[in-house]
């Protein structure tokens, strides 16, 4: 299957316009799955859902991406039996069809950086689909949490990600005079886009809460002057490249990486901060040498670094969420993690499902999402 995959990259040309077209494509069905949980009966909602999944299959048959038109083609039968209203459109339903179209927005980025498509889970997911769609009404609902546990190990009732990271109020004992100053220039950081709000306690209470869980290998101060200025370069970088959210052209990388160099170089010069500075420095290394800025392998990378990479893609993932205007969802931001294979230690991707799961069971109320290391 992989390597059918990778056959249907023949016409580069085609394979270009399919991932532009689901730049437009993927934000479209966000829209209308969100217009759909308001007013699940929405007729015209439905229709234009359909005929976007319609027109994603087309443009794949048509650009010969083969391996995306049975996973849509399933997708589609599920939601003709929405539009029949022999089924509802369900939260879970909603889910898994947003599910897909992430799943299938990674697989374009992979193929585009020549990477394998294993972690995702394409042919599992377009049969469980195909199974889903052809089952009786009444058993649709749990076959849409079977495929949602594809990504995270299983599920029960998604959380709040604000509930979920809700400032706890702790922070590190010392030096108390810088970590004010770091915090004071990651909160005027979250100032330049309203779907950074709250990033700065999102991500510390994930970094603390994962350097728990890994044994303390990081000490906590240094670990949360990271945290508050790793991205602190960015605003040094031309707004344009880093606040519209779309995807970089090739000439721009050099800019936008620099950033990891600013905002290291700035902790370097200040005394007692020569941890945190390697922690920002490293932290887009990846495991298999394909990261910035030193090509690090392995072991190479320091552990604050790891848990920062798993920190700042997961926040990642929930800004993209943001910028598209949908509610971010924890259950689409860990899975996304989860299928990112190369790109963290895996070790580490275990520490942070125990740690989303551990942050779950502390909420009060309810039972919330079971998200179980795969």
Known sequence: MIADMQDSLVDMSGFQDFRDAMSDYAP??????????????????????????????????LCRLHFVVPLIHAAENLLVRVRSRELSFTPSLADVLLFTVDRLEMAMDALAAGQALDSLNLPVLGDNLAAVAALPPREVEAGCDRILGLGTGGRDKEAGVDALFADDGKRAVAPADDLAFFHDLALQMETHSPIFSGRSVRNLKLARSLNEMGGMPVPADQLEAAVYMHDIGMMMVPGGLWLGGGRLRTQDLPAVQSHVAWAAGLLERMPGWREAALIVRQHHEKPDGSGYPAGLVGEAICPGARILALVDAFEAVLTKQGARGQVRSLLRAVAEVNACEYQFDRAWVEVFNRAIRAMHDALPGAAVAKIQCR
């Open 28 to 61: 479209r069905v966000e829209t209308l799955v969100a217009e759909l949980r308001r007013e699940p009966g929405r007729g015209d909602s439905i229709a234009d859902l359909f005929r976007t999944f319609h027109n994603i299959k087309g443009d794949a048959g």
